[in-house]
């Protein structure tokens, strides 16, 4: 069973530019979520989507960032124009919902992260 | 909202031995969930263990076991036999129960780094 997809791992990119990192959850989740870990501030909730609609946006940190999540399958974070301060590990993860006792169904369940280094 | 509190930012334990990360929390929820993640150096993010709020059984698998104390709000982690490989920074999450009012996101601690000495 795949599990949570993220590209690409590692990114290196001048400050200006724009930079995509993608996500592909895992297969019948309906929750997608989109986590940045820094140093200074530790694992923050960037967005997180419900059946492919933005939930809660609030942690987006400025206009910069916007999210996206066009099908069930694939979502994407970009950041346009990059900063150093953007620096971090983004992470994409996903869950299913369902009633109990199926438990296991609650669980987030997280992509390896996408490396970001903006210099 | 919801609030986790991790109190050790590192801790150490012999191979070997047993050790228990501490974890705390602020709900007004009465259900929810609790988990333990495991991040080693390579950054990903490894479920270690999870609780369901309306269960009194302490979860246990393998080596790793939690104290569960709803009244007190606290969610410690016991990890048994501790071994090389158990090193790591391990975060104290909170869920709330899905249509329960809240965000259904997971609400991370600031994380306690163990580490595990030959």
């Known amino acids: 069973d795949a599990g949570v997809i993220q590209s690409p791992r590692h990114e290196v990119t001048e400050m200006g530019q724009e930079v995509t990192l993608r996500c592909k959850p895992i297969s019948g989740h309906d929750y997608l979520f989109w986590y940045r870990q820094t140093m200074m501030r530790g694992l923050e909730l960037l967005i997180y989507f419900n059946n492919n609609v933005p939930i809660d946006d609030s942690g987006m940190p400025e206009d910069r960032f916007s999210a996206k999540m066009p099908n069930a399958s694939f979502s994407t974070l970009k950041i346009q124009p990059s900063e150093p301060r953007d620096s971090a590990v983004y992470f994409c993860?996903?869950?299913?919902?369902?009633?109990?006792?199926?438990?296991?169904?609650?669980?987030?369940?997280f992509g390896e992260g996408s490396w970001l280094t903006v210099v | 909202a919801q609030t986790v509190t991790q109190s050790q930012p590192e801790m150490s334990v012999q191979e070997a031995e047993t050790v228990t990360l501490s974890c705390t929390y602020d709900t007004s929820e009465s259900d929810y969930y609790l988990f333990w993640y495991k991040q080693p150096p390579s950054r990903q993010m490894i479920l270690v263990i999870r609780?369901?709020?309306?269960?009194?059984q302490n979860a246990t698998e393998n080596r790793f076991s939690v104290n569960f104390q709803k009244a007190a709000k606290s969610f410690s982690l016991k990890i048994s036999d501790s071994q090389l490989g158990d090193a790591a920074m391990y975060f104290c999450?909170?869920?709330?129960?899905?249509?329960?009012?809240?965000?259904?996101?997971?609400?991370f601690g600031k994380g306690t780094l163990l580490t595990v000495n030959p």
């Open positions: 609780q369901e709020a309306y269960k009194q």
């Open positions: 999450a909170y869920r709330s129960y899905p249509g329960g009012g809240s965000n259904y996101k997971l609400t």
């Open positions: 993860a996903s869950s299913p919902v369902s009633e109990r006792p199926i438990f296991a169904g609650n669980t987030i369940y």
